[in-house]
């Protein structure tokens, strides 16, 4: 068999190397952070951010910011987003200090609460405004936390969509399949904790590290960017003699991806094995021709292979898509309306308890359209605002009024991406419990005439 | 006891589990002894999912065989299909010592390990290894290197693999009802033993056994064995895809689909309807008859497109003189050898297996090709047979045997 020989590996140039943070906002996003450092995550840097100072003492990451220092005087949000947005404001600068430079951000939070609701999609939106990649990455709560926790969350995940360049979200429900039902609470949200910083280091790693065949933070844009802003991830880890198809089948078991499901649908994948020295040619061929059973024809696959020695005898595989769809290309391109308006900033709050300019309408769970538009008029604009304009001057921030007709534009995305959310699969009869047959991406179980849309009757 | 010229054919289908005996007679010929059959529960997708319901059919149907037979069965061949079985062709080369020049069956063992050396996941396993070609020394079309002087001998194989445990499942079933298994045949193969002769073989075929579970290929070009596949659509899509999309209960809709089953298009007239009559927990109705036909025949247009789309990508389509061989249960849809010969552009015919002696005539029909490719596979085995029993000839002769013919 033919052995990659670790030489090939090309050195790692200094003028690559990317400046990555993640930011954990809230109770749960100070959890991931602290797994992802159990885990071991190099080369990247960690920021604490959250109201309640009891939970940031705790925490291990290297720098921490207490929101609301004034507003809330270190006591939690008490589950309240309009509180855990109005601290963040508060705290607008220190935030903004934070993301200056980075090149990728990583925002966790733990949706439902107060501060990761509330903080979470303005700390993505400053980030954004600063110039970085932004993925955010939460976690929906359990249905049985409560109606109103799940639609806070819904709520807060609805802007966060509009303020990052991608959101993995992690529904804890299905997260809590990774674990037995007997198994403590606090392990199943652990499993959540433990996917999410995988996911982070699998990305960090894919920047960081040098490979045979490398992928880069631009690979990463073009996939990421390209979708509607859902991204898939799996991660499978494995070791011993078949560890190219445990690794896969792990990778594609992660909740999100539905058993590779939803990769049918996605245009891009990134896929990238590591593993020792001792990965061979034929164990990437398996991966590969395996995951070729999961993509329709249509899909650019990116691979890369990164050579690492501490990999030992293990062998990772991490794939990374986002749905795209290309229907929804005419509404994306409606919504950059802001690229002939004037960029304008967020007033920055000079005072404590400033007015909040992101309102959570959370008294009808359900919102109307228009509902809706209020929701997020006041933030369309500047999330959507094209990189080159972003990096705005405070006096930027005076000039006010927003450009009604922009706004207009607002409301239609978001609906076209709600609709993603939902993925129920069609009927697919007597074989519903059976394993699925998939061939070229295409679920056969599923009646021919329903999938080619062939009008009977 | 079984007598040493008795063979016993067991085909663990989706709907019907099929068990030919038949008898090898001095001529050379096979006579068919008898036919056991039982519908079939605990099977989907050509695989058990419930293990001792299906242990019970495979029991009715043995049972059944011997009663017709007046055999008592003890060592069966069992075909094996699922949507984990795949297959590759890959060569393999050895090189011959100094100082010796004759190619003898060790190197033919050696060539055909080397072939099968590949990296495969853990859990699967090699099914067959099924020569294709010989070169030595380079010369291509040696048909029997054995005893040739060369210095290099290579051998084209195809491989056929599957996941070990869901093979093991079907074995266990034969197992516990306190019967041996003879060899394990996929079954593709079994079946183009039943349906092709020597020249289709040679002329290059295609044959397609759409089952009730799954749809089975195998491609023969110059009288080799050039690409096989099992894809795990079948009869019960259909059925599944008519109850969806006329709203009818899944056991009508069956009903209705071997009554009525056909793939034509454009050849009802306007408003011609089939009449479901009402039945207990059935309320009647009517439903248009193109509607009808056109659910049948996306589906069946999309097998054959799967299947020819896997067989171009090897481009074998050029290479099918004999054409296209529809055969297995849902082979007996109406219209659909038309339809194969627009899909794959080959003529396309609908096959049964080919005559024998025997209580035959019942069982010259497309549903048992299977069942009968396997004792017709068991015989070619045991004509190859050489009297000498050692291990490495004898397997080595039966699959050059058989897979050259």
């Given amino acids: 068999m033919v052995q990659l020989n670790r030489q090939y590996g090309r050195e790692e140039t200094a003028n690559e190397t990317r400046k990555i943070r993640v930011i954990g906002v809230g109770g749960a996003g100070s959890n991931i952070l602290d797994r992802a450092l159990l885990d071991g995550i190099d080369h990247v ?201 445990d690794a896969l089948v792990k990778s594609l078991r992660n909740p999100l991806m539905h058993r590779g499901e939803m990769l049918a649908n996605a245009t891009h994948v990134i896929v990238q094995i590591r593993g020792g020295a001792n ?179 | 006891m079984a007598r040493d010229n008795i063979f016993v054919g067991l085909e663990i289908g989706t709907t019907k589990v099929c068990v030919v005996v038949a008898e090898a007679r001095h001529d050379n010929t096979l006579k068919i002894l008898g036919v056991g059959n039982a519908p079939s529960r605990g099977i989907r997708k050509g695989e058990l999912v419930d293990f001792e319901t299906a242990k019970r059919c495979v029991h009715d149907a043995i049972a059944d065989a011997e009663e017709r037979s007046d055999v008592e069965i003890s060592e069966v061949y069992l075909g094996i299909s699922g949507g984990h079985i795949r297959s590759f062709n890959n060569r393999g080369i050895v090189v011959l010592e100094e100082g010796r020049e004759e190619i003898d069956e060790q190197d033919l063992e050696d060539v055909r390990t080397n072939a099968r050396e590949v990296s495969l996941p853990m859990e699967d396993c090699v099914l067959h290894t099924i020569i294709q070609h010989y070169y030595v020394d380079g010369q291509d079309g040696v048909l029997n290197p054995l005893g040739l002087f060369g210095k290099k001998l290579e051998a084209d194989f195809h491989i056929v693999y599957g996941i070990r445990t869901r093979i093991q499942n079907a074995i266990r079933c034969v197992k516990e009802l306190e019967l041996e298994t003879a060899d394990v045949v996929i079954n593709s193969f079994a079946t183009a033993q039943a349906v092709l002769d020597k020249n289709h073989k040679q002329q290059g075929a295609l044959v397609i056994d759409i089952g009730g579970g799954t749809a089975d290929f195998v491609v023969y070009v110059e009288g080799a064995v050039k690409q096989s596949g099992v894809i795990a659509v079948g009869g019960d899509h259909i059925t599944n895809d008519l109850s969806i999309g006329l709203k009818i ?55 054959f497109e799967i299947v020819a789309r896997q067989v171009d990508a090897d481009q074998n389509l050029n290479y099918l003189g004999a054409g296209v061989f529809i055969t297995g249960g849902s082979s007996q849809l109406r219209g659909i050898e038309h339809l194969a010969s627009e899909v794959f552009g080959l003529p396309s015919r609908i096959t049964a297996p080919l005559p024998l002696t025997g209580v035959t005539s019942a069982f010259e029909h497309p549903q048992f090709s299977t069942a009968i490719g396997l004792v017709r596979y068991a015989h070619l085995v045991h004509l190859d047979r050489p009297m000498a029993r050692g291990i490495l000839s004898r397997t080595m002769k039966r699959l050059s045997g058989i897979f050259r013919t």
């Fill in chain 1, 45 to 245: 840097e960690l920021t604490t951010v959250n109201t309640d100072v009891q939970s940031l003492t705790g925490s291990v990451a290297n720098q921490k910011i207490q929101l609301g220092r004034n507003l809330t005087r270190g006591l939690g949000s008490g589950g309240d987003p309009e509180l855990g947005l109005a601290a963040a404001e508060e705290s607008c600068e220190e935030i903004q200090s934070a993301v200056a430079g980075c090149d990728i951000l990583f925002v966790c939070a733990g949706l439902g609460g107060g501060t990761g609701s509330g903080a979470a999609p303005f700390i993505a939106k400053l980030a954004k405004e600063a110039g970085a990649l932004v993925l955010v990455l939460v976690t929906m709560p359990f249905t049985f936390e409560g109606r109103r926790r799940c639609a806070q969350a819904a709520a807060s995940l609805q802007l966060i969509r509009e303020n990052s360049d991608a959101v993995i979200c992690f529904e804890n429900d299905r997260m809590a399949e990774l674990t037995l039902p007997r198994m403590g609470i606090h392990e199943a949200f652990a499993a959540a904790d433990v996917t999410i910083s995988q996911s982070i280091r699998a990305i960090a790693n894919l920047l960081l590290q040098p490979g045979l065949i490398r992928l880069g933070f631009d690979d990463i844009c073009s996939v990421l960017r390209d979708g509607d802003a859902r991204a898939l991830f799996g991660f499978g880890e494995a070791d011993g003699e078949n560890r190219a198809h």
């Fill in chain 2, 249 to 303: 209960p899944s056991a009508r809709a069956e009903k209705l689909k071997i009554e009525e089953g056909d793939v034509t298009l454009g050849n009802a007239f306007p408003g011609e309807t089939i009449v479901l009559r009402d039945e207990t927990g059935f309320a009647g109705r009517e439903i248009e008859r193109e509607t009808f036909n056109q659910i049948i025949h996306c589906r069946v247009r999309e097998i």
């Fill in chain 1, 279 to 457: 990965v061979t040619l034929g164990e990437v061929g398996i991966v590969m021709e395996e995951l070729n059973r999961h993509v329709s024809h249509r899909t650019q696959l990116m691979m890369g292979i990164a050579i690492d020695g501490a990999m030992g005898s293990r062998l990772s595989v991490s794939i990374i898509s986002s749905l795209g769809d290309s229907s929804e290309r005419p509404h994306k391109t409606e919504v950059y309306p802001a690229l002939q308006e004037p960029v304008r900033l967020e007033p920055v709050p000079a005072q404590p308890a400033p007015e909040p300019v992101i309102t959570l309408r959370l008294e009808d769970e359900r919102p109307a359209n228009g509902a809706k538009l209020d929701q997020v008029e006041h933030l369309a604009p500047e999330t959507r605002a094209p990189i080159e304009t972003q990096a705005p001057k405070k006096d930027a921030a005076k000039e006010a009024d927003p450009a009604k007709p922009a706004l207009k534009a607002a409301p239609k995305t978001i609906e076209a991406k709600q609709e993603v959310l939902q993925f129920d699969a069609v009927s697919r009869g007597r074989f519903e419990k059976s394993e699925p047959t998939i061939i070229d991406g295409q679920d056969l179980d599923v009646p021919t005439f329903l999938r080619r849309r062939v009008k009977v009757g």
